[in-house]
């Protein structure tokens, strides 16, 4: 017999969920629930003030799915987000907050840019790939939310903080037809931050709905590494419409990509297709070209999920000091060959309705 979502939802049934009387899948506590051959996987949404109640009830839910026939691994992840107070510097931010996956007034689409490691180049590529579409005539916007290292007011040559004349609204900033906003840019430069969940949470929605984008076609999310609260926050909380996973063709690199891929499986956010970056060396003198990480891991990987290897990026120093100078390659030498390659992707998303 093989094992199917119906099967596993009708297991769960039985388990009474403790607050409203009713079971867990009626009470809709239940998402993203997937049967992949033996493997189970589901996400257990619970009220946080209640949240200790449901410490047995995920046991028991695991318990029961691991019970049946067929299955051989089963993974619930628990998860209870409080409503987020706003982070400091701002006053306001006391909108009702949005129940499930909402879109952004005026946004037209999410693209999440995600890799599992930190360091492989993502927010290169999100830099790069935003410039691109730029320069395509697409109305662009880039929130940098990578709380752990903020790098686009860099890449994309800004500084300043942005104004909130009213202390509700933020204005962002704008370079390259790209209209941008990080987290990063909301704390004093001096100031240590230590990013506690619901601050997190609450900065990331501040972003998303207070910032005003204007309207836009695609709105790119430079994401943190890995698979944190933020990646979690911004699946349940906005319609992502697709997510790109930036990796090096290094094994770890990739087995940690794997990992990002399967939350975004489980969030049920699409993966667009993957980038391979530092992909091969290609030396600034004599343009020889050598594989520093192995190469083409990405792509074995991308065939075996069934996604698009959307492009092979070398390592090119030019691509870093464009970066570091605040002009990204796709700016600074748009016509050079590892421009280009971004360039690709650029046109392919928007051939492919993703920007
Ligand atoms: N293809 C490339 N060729 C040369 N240098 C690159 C390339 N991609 C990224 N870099 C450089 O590698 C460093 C790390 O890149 P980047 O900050 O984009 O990574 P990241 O994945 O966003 O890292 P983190 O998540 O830790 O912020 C930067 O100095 C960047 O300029």
Known sequence: MTLTRDAVNAALKTIDDPVSGTDIVSAGLVKALTVDGGTVRFVLEVNPD?????????????????????????????????????????????????????????????????SGKGGVGKSTVSAN????????????????????????PRMLGVSGKPASPDGKTILPLRNYGVTMMSI?????????????????????????????????????????????????TL????????????????????????????????????????IENMSTHICSNCGHEEHVFGHGGVAAEAEKLGVPLLA??????DIRTASDGGAPIVVSKPDSPQAQ????????LIKGGHA
């Open 312 to 317: 092979e990026i070398p390592l090119h120093l």
């Open 341 to 348: 390659s971004f360039r690709d992707v650029a046109k392919a």
């Open 184 to 232: 990063g840019l909301m704390t004093n430069e001096d100031q240590a931050v230590i990013w506690r969940g619901p601050m997190l949470m609450g900065a990331l929605q501040q972003m998303m709905n207070q910032v005003q984008w204007g309207a836009l076609d695609v709105l790119i999310i430079d994401l943190p590494p890995g698979t944190g609260d933020v990646q979690m």
């Open 50 to 114: 209640k949240a200790e109640n449901y410490k047995v009830v995920r046991d028991v839910a695991e318990a029961t799915v691991k019970a049946m026939e067929g299955v051989e691994q089963v993974s619930v992840v628990m998860t209870a987000h409080s409503a987020p107070k706003p982070p400091p510097d701002l006053k306001g931010g006391s909108r009702p907050q949005p129940q499930g996956p909402q879109k952004v007034p005026g946004v037209d689409r999410i693209l999440a840019v995600a």
């Open 235 to 274: 699946s349940q909380k906005f319609a992502v419409d697709g997510a790109v996973v930036v990796s090096t063709p290094q094994d770890v690199a990739l087995l940690d990509a794997r990992r990002g891929i399967d939350m975004f499986n489980q969030m049920k956010v699409p993966i667009v297709g993957l």
């Open 129 to 152: 790939l935003a410039c691109a579409l730029a320069a395509e005539g697409r109305r662009v916007g880039l929130l940098d939310a990578d709380v752990y290292g903020p790098s686009q």
